[in-house]
């Protein structure tokens, strides 16, 4: 029986789109702040309908071994049973991230 390799849908923002991608591994690496994604998956060129936003996504990430997305600008991930198309879309309504709140500097005190 073969062992079934798991398939990652990775959500995230990317100069105001929204890319989805899939890939077979992800995982927070050791640059800090950062979301590792490996073997990015694409549909298969044999097909003969074409999805003219996969091909710029699989154009866009020609010759990547590896990507490294910054953690504030994850969406999602989730664990898929199979590959869908990746895609770009519009950011609906602005950025969908909601950064973390910062404190602000301290005031001298006299």
Known sequence: ???????YKVSFVNQDKV?????ARVYQGDLYGFIE???????????????PGEERLQ?????????FI?????IRIDEVEKEGV????????GSPVVHFPQSSPGRKRD
């Open 37 to 51: 994604i490996e073997e990015l998956i694409f549909g298969e060129r044999s097909q003969v309908v074409v999805d």
């Open 86 to 93: 990746a895609k770009v879309s519009d950011s609906k309504g």
């Open 59 to 67: 154009k866009e990430f020609n010759g990547v071994k590896r990507s």
């Open 19 to 23: 890319y989805e991608v899939y890939c």
């Open 1 to 7: 029986m073969k062992e079934q390799k798991s398939i």
């Open 70 to 74: 910054p953690m504030h600008a994850i």
